[in-house]
């Protein structure tokens, strides 16, 4: 699943680890998450929603070929 999280984040002019800190997790999951590595919960995906004050689905792109 491809993400918005880094450019949300650098318009924010927010760091990888003060991101993480807003949102419970460590830093190398910000940069899994950026980096595609790493689909979140709903629960951290609803949290860095609220941090940005954005819907879940302006932050998350689903392909649908992911579900094969």
């Known amino acids: ?5 880094r450019l949300f984040r650098e318009h924010e002019k927010m760091t ?3 991101l993480a ?3 419970g997790v ?4 910000i940069i899994s998450l ?3 590595k790493y ?3 709903i629960l951290l995906a609803h949290k860095l ?8 689905e302006e ?8 579900d094969e």
């Open 21 to 23: 800190d807003r949102v």
């Open 39 to 41: 689909n979140p919960s």
């Open 26 to 29: 460590s830093r190398q999951t």
């Open 49 to 56: 929603a609220s941090t940005f004050k954005k819907y879940i």
């Open 1 to 5: 699943m491809r993400n918005h999280i």
């Open 16 to 18: 990888q680890q003060e």
């Open 34 to 36: 950026e980096s595609g």
């Open 59 to 66: 932050i998350f792109i689903f392909e649908e070929d992911e």
